[in-house]
Each structure stands twice: as C-alpha cells, then as structure tokens.
C-alpha cells in the first residue's frame, strides 16, 4: 500500500453512506491520512470511524447537517482542534430526487441545490483558511449526470453542472493561495445511493441492467475505483491539475 497521505488530514463530506464517501475515507486513512467524516447523525458514522481506527489509522467522526453554515463552520472548527490543520476536502455528500420538471416542487428542488452545490461551496468557504496554510486540495464530486439529459432528473442534472463550474471557478479563485481544486464525474456506481435510485424506477430490475450498458466495460464503477480518482487529483502526481473533471465512468462519455 503506497501512503501518499502520511501525516496529512482529510476531511469528507458524505462519508457515513456506505459508498464513495466511505470508500474515500477509508483509502485516505489507508494511506497515512487522519480523516474525519462528516455526515448527518447518524451511528454508522461512528461506527465507520471504529473500523478505520480498528485497522490501524486515525478517523474522526463529525456530525452535522449540511443544511446549516453553523454546522459546517463548526464542523470544520473541530477538524482544526483535532488534527491542527486540514490539506484535503473531499465534497461526496449529494442527494438525488426523482421529479419532471413540469411536476417539480420547490422544495425538492431547494433541498438539492441546498445539499448538493450550496453546501459544497460553504464547506469550501470554512476550509479555506485552513487549506492555505498547508497548499491543499479540494476534491469535488461531479457526474456524468452533467453532460447528458436525463428524464426526471432536471434538478440533479443541473446540480452536477454546477458543481463543474463551481470547481472551475474557485480553482481560478484558491490558486493564489496554494489551493488546488478538481472534480471526478463518475457513471453509475455500485452503491446505495444507485440501488435508491433504480427502486424508483417504474421496472428497477430492467433500469440496473440498461445501466449496465451504458458503460463501454460493461459494469458499473465499485466506490473504492472513484476514491481512486479522488486520490490522484489530491496527490502530488496532479500537483500541476486544477479546474479539471475526470471522467471515472467506464467509458460512458466516449458513447456520447
């Protein structure tokens, strides 16, 4: 195992779902980094820092609800007392609601704009200082989702272009500091947050196996292949890339 991150801290946004999040956190501390996880509260979070400190690494479970700058901003306060400093942010935390646009409601709308680009901009904004103090990295999580139209998926869709663009900008912005920033835009992956979002489809079984398809290896991605991306870009072998997306999807785009 290479560690890339010895003696460095993480923090991750939307690492208690079992998914990419989780994979992240946990490759991240598999490689030398303290770690700390930020989700909403619940015990899994808990229990998923148990199991990195289990295995040798240092981990850090935070609650908080994206929803609240004061939350995030505190949040970040506590990555600061605990580890003394912070070099990576990791943005995974995302929700995805199914809607047309013609039946869309507010509040569905707001709630994803809300956790999916606004949070990931205010957890940028109070990691900023400490960021620069070290010359991190920030890892945002786009998608694929992006790039293509999707039947009730406006909403989603739209918030994972906004990410792209945010990423581009604040890496114009944060480059004076020291601040690498970067995004990986994933096809489908193999992960909870997939599996509730195929249960809505009108026939799921017949909605995974299209999924399947999309990609030009034939497989969805597995999480630890995404935390993969997410490693290199926050590594020194990209200490020259910032503002970029990297496709890890299995060569969904190259169809397209």
């Keep these: 195992m290479m560690m890339r991150f010895k003696g460095k801290t993480a923090l991750v946004t939307g690492a208690a779902g079992g998914g990419m999040g989780t994979a992240t956190a946990r490759l991240f501390a598999a490689e030398g980094a303290n770690v700390v996880l930020l989700d909403l509260p ?3 979070g808990a229990q998923i820092a148990d199991e990195i400190r289990a295995g040798g690494g240092a981990a850090l479970f935070v609650p908080a609800d994206l929803l609240h700058e004061t939350q ?4 970040v306060q506590r990555v600061e007392q605990a580890f003394g400093g912070l070099d990576y942010l990791i943005n995974i935390a995302g929700i995805n609601l199914l809607c047309r646009v013609e039946e869309m409601q507010v509040s569905a709308w707001d709630r ?6 606004r949070a990931m901009a205010l957890t940028m904004k ?4 400490l960021l620069e103090r070290r010359g991190g990295a920030v890892g945002n999580m786009a998608s694929v989702a992006a790039f293509v139209g999707s ?3 406006a909403a989603y869709v739209t918030t994972k272009g906004a990410v792209i663009s945010l990423t581009r900008s604040a890496a114009v912005e944060l480059a004076p500091l020291g601040i690498r920033v970067n995004a990986v ?11 509730a979002g195929v249960a809505l489809a009108p026939d799921p079984e017949l ?3 299209g999924a399947l398809t ?3 290896l034939g497989r969805m991605a597995q999480p630890e292949e995404v935390a993969q991306g997410i490693a290199f870009l926050c590594s020194q072998a990209a200490a020259f890339i910032t503002g970029e997306t990297l496709f890890v999807d299995g060569g969904f785009m190259v169809k397209r």
């Design 42 to 44: 619940t015990t899994r």
């Design 72 to 75: 995030i901003s505190a949040a």
């Design 112 to 117: 994803m704009m809300h956790i999916n680009v």
């Design 126 to 129: 109070h990691a900023i200082p």
């Design 151 to 153: 039947v009730g998926y």
């Design 185 to 195: 835009a994933p096809g489908w992956v193999d992960t909870p947050f997939t599996d």
């Design 207 to 209: 909605a995974r196996a």
């Design 214 to 216: 999309q990609h030009v």
